[in-house]
């Protein structure tokens, strides 16, 4: 029963942005999207959340479209240390924190 | 910076042992969270605490059990450790409602041989 669909695999070159869509086409009005990564062998580091609107913090930007069915996880310059599994989540509370397989992003020199 | 610590990196157990696992935060934050990581499975929510002696159990209880004792502390319990209890163990703690950002430690690999 995944509420989100992640492509699995992805790379990008070092110092250029890496896109990362997600897709949540049943999500719900009062469910938040998301973002957390894992590098190998650690625990999830949180990333990101949005509800609506698009939001940045220092590590990165969430795009959520108008219609909340896709997001996008923008990590705008990448580096080797960004190589990890990452996951895009909905969420409507403490119950519903179901990781997928996540996208494996690999950056690459 | 929100900090969850676990006990242990790894462990190491036979089948039959209690095993215990411990999981402290350093941010105040009310709830606290136990789940387990398997390849092709994602993260299972096993048990989840809103306050000191509360407890909630999530999707996969069964064989486990829990103690919040201190608001800060909160551990999971393997009454006897069998081998399908092998896997990753996370600890993650939130803030207070119930779509606060969960923050997680780093996660204790537990073999059961």
């Known amino acids: 029963d995944a509420k989100t669909t992640q492509p699995p695999s992805m790379d990008c070159a070092e110092g250029r942005a890496a896109n990362l869509p997600c897709n949540h086409s049943?999500?719900?009005?009062?469910?938040?999207v998301y973002w957390y990564r894992q590098i190998h062998s650690q625990g999830p580091q949180y990333i990101i959340h949005g509800l609506k609107n698009n939001e940045t913090n220092e590590m990165a930007s969430l795009i959520i479209t108008e219609d909340r069915k896709s997001s996008t996880l923008i990590l705008p310059h990448a580096t080797l240390r960004d190589t990890a599994v990452y996951y895009c989540?909905?969420?409507?509370?403490?119950?519903?924190?179901?990781f997928g397989a996540g996208t494996r992003l690999t950056v690459k020199p | 910076d929100v900090k969850v610590t676990q006990s242990s990196r790894y462990l190491v157990k036979r089948t039959g042992e209690k095993v215990f696992l411990e999981c402290v935060q350093d941010?105040?934050?009310?709830?606290m969270f136990w789940y387990r990581q398997d390849p092709g499975l994602g993260l299972r929510l096993i048990y989840f605490s809103y306050d000191v002696k509360m407890k909630e159990k999530g999707d996969i209880p069964e064989g486990y059990s829990v103690s919040r004792e201190k608001k800060e502390r909160f551990s999971l319990i393997l009454e006897s450790a069998s081998t399908n209890q092998t896997s990753m163990y996370l600890c993650a703690s939130s803030l207070s409602g119930s779509t606060d950002t969960q923050y997680f430690g780093p996660g204790t690999r537990l073999t059961v041989l």
């Open positions: 049943t999500i719900s009005g009062n469910e938040y």
């Open positions: 941010m105040d934050h009310e709830n």
């Open positions: 989540i909905v969420r409507r509370n403490n119950n519903d924190m179901r």
